[in-house]
């Protein structure tokens, strides 16, 4: 599946961190100025989220210019999409 293999080398390139505690990760958000996000790992399964993910396949493929996963929507949208899997 495409979306595991995007995860898998995010995780893989991106170094292992204290500011990203276990079962997290982190992303980066943004247009054209990124900015990193620490999520839970259960986001993952959520279907908003995933279409998240399609998108960053559709515009980045496997190649993630900031290391790890690249999300290209707006902070904006992307808090939005969080605070609804929050309340979840």
Avoid: W
Avoid at 65 to 75: A, K
């Amino acid at each position: 599946m495409a979306i595991r293999q995007i995860l898998r080398r995010s995780l893989s390139s991106e170094r292992r961190s204290v500011e990203v505690p276990k079962g997290h990760l982190a992303v980066y958000v943004g247009e054209s100025e990124k900015k990193r996000f620490v999520i839970p790992l259960s986001y993952l399964n959520h279907p908003l989220f995933q279409e998240l993910l399609c998108q960053a396949e559709e515009q980045f493929g496997f190649y993630h210019p900031m290391g790890g996963l690249t999300i290209p929507c707006t902070e904006e949208l992307f808090i939005d999409v969080t605070s609804h899997l929050r309340k979840a």
